[in-house]
C-alpha cells in the first residue's frame, strides 16, 4: 500500500495548525515535509511490488530520513535543526543497514497475535524489523 496520500495530508495538516494557531514550529515541520514529500517523488521511494524490493516499511523509512534531512538543513528554527542533524546523519549513514534489515522482514508471516485483536506488543515488533531504525528513532 502506497501512502503518499496521507504524506501529502500530513504535510496539509502541519501547514494548517501553522496558519490557523499562529504556530511557527508547526510550519518549520510543514515546509520541511514538503520538502521531503518532493525528495520522496523525486527519488521514486514508493513500495514496489515484489518480495526483496522496498515495501511500505521502506518507504515510511525514505520519507522519514528526508523529513529528518529537511528538518536539520533548514534554518527557522535552530533547536529543530539541532535536534534533527544528528537523526537525520544517523540514518543517512545506516541507510543500507537499514534497508537490508528492512527488507529481511519481508515474506515472512507475521504474527500479530489476531486479526479483529491484535496483540500491541507483536503488532509493535513486527512493525519496527529494523534494530538500527529503531535505535536512531527511540533517541528522539
Known sequence: ???????????????????TQNNKKAQ????ALDAANAKFL????????????????GSHFYLAMY?????????????ISAKFAPIA?????????INQELIAAQGKAQDVGGYFYPNSEK??????PSATLNAIVDRI
Do not use: C
Not at 527519488?43 to 516499511?57: E, F, H, L, T, Y
Not at 503488532?123 to 519496527?128: F, G, L, Q, V, W
Open 28 to 31: 518549520v515541520l510543514a515546509d
Open 42 to 57: 523525486a527519488n521514486d521511494r514508493s513500495p514496489a511490488r515484489k518480495v526483496g524490493q522496498i515495501d511500505n516499511r
Open 1 to 19: 500500500m502506497d501512502s503518499l496520500g496521507e504524506f501529502l495530508a500530513l504535510q496539509a495538516s502541519f501547514e494548517h495548525l501553522a496558519q
Open 89 to 97: 546523519k544517523a540514518m543517512l549513514e545506516n541507510e543500507a543497514k
Open 123 to 128: 503488532s509493535y515488533d513486527a512493525m519496527r
Open 67 to 79: 523529513w529528518a534531512q529537511s528538518l536539520a538543513d533548514q534554518t527557522s528554527d535552530t533547536e
